[in-house]
């Protein structure tokens, strides 16, 4: 029986995904601040100092999910919000990361996906810690990506649009996506092992149509 890590999993895409990994036959270990019946858990946030005892006790898995992630409209008298969106959304991953792969790299295999986000793209004078954090994890992805495929170990960026989760703030989501598609779309993933997965892709096209004009807005 293969074997998966999700952290992330107590609601939205981490949950659905979990949900589906189970009924498809992995044992799945779940990592999230909140418990959730139904499979192993670990209550722990991602920020925590004791987050990587947590992920060393879990052990060599095949698949690593990191689906954890925060992301807080701007506030002027709350800034705290944005470095928050760094810490979970880039920092917490590279910790995951830190901790999972040396296994992985010593079995010759496994395989680390991330969920980014098609606002890697931008800059976002709305979001600019989510959209930096995402910009990062992406890069980072990508690089591990290169580094690690060489040694049999494959790891993916998934840049999601708008997910119909809580996550989705703003009045506006142009193509929104359900959750039960997200997680087909992180299944076919974890089937094709590709470093990056762009969906929706008109709306990937739109985000990089957008990240001109507004580099074009800067320079004046």
């Not at 296994?103 to 295999?109: E, K, S, T, Y």
């Not at 954090?133 to 840049?159: F, N």
């Amino acid at each position: 029986m293969k074997r998966a890590l999700v952290v992330g999993n107590s609601d939205g895409i981490g949950l659905a995904l979990t949900q589906r990994l189970v009924a498809e036959g992995w044992s799945v270990t779940g990592v999230s601040r909140s418990p959730r019946d139904g499979v192993v858990q670990h209550v722990v946030d991602v920020t925590a100092d004791e987050f990587p005892a947590v992920l060393a006790a879990v052990g060599p898995v095949d698949l690593c999910v990191y689906a954890a992630g925060v992301g807080e409209m701007f506030d002027p008298a709350d800034l705290a919000a944005q470095t928050r969106a760094l810490q979970v959304n880039l920092i917490g991953a590279a910790r995951t990361v830190e901790a999972v792969v040396p296994g992985m790299l010593a079995a010759g295999r496994g395989h680390v996906i991330g969920l980014s986000s098609l606002a890697d793209v931008l800059i976002s004078a709305d979001a600019p810690g989510y959209a930096a954090s995402k910009a990062g994890l992406t890069s980072y992805l990508l690089g591990l990506s290169a580094a690690l495929r060489p040694r049999g170990v494959a790891v993916t960026a998934v840049r999601f649009g708008f997910v119909d989760t809580k996550m989705a703030q703003g009045a506006a989501k142009p193509m929104l996506v359900s959750v039960d598609r997200a997680v087909d779309v992180l299944m076919q993933a974890v089937r094709t092992r590709r470093p990056v997965v762009s969906y929706p892709r008109r709306m990937s096209v739109a985000a990089r149509a957008l990240r001109m004009i507004t580099r074009s807005t800067l320079k004046r």
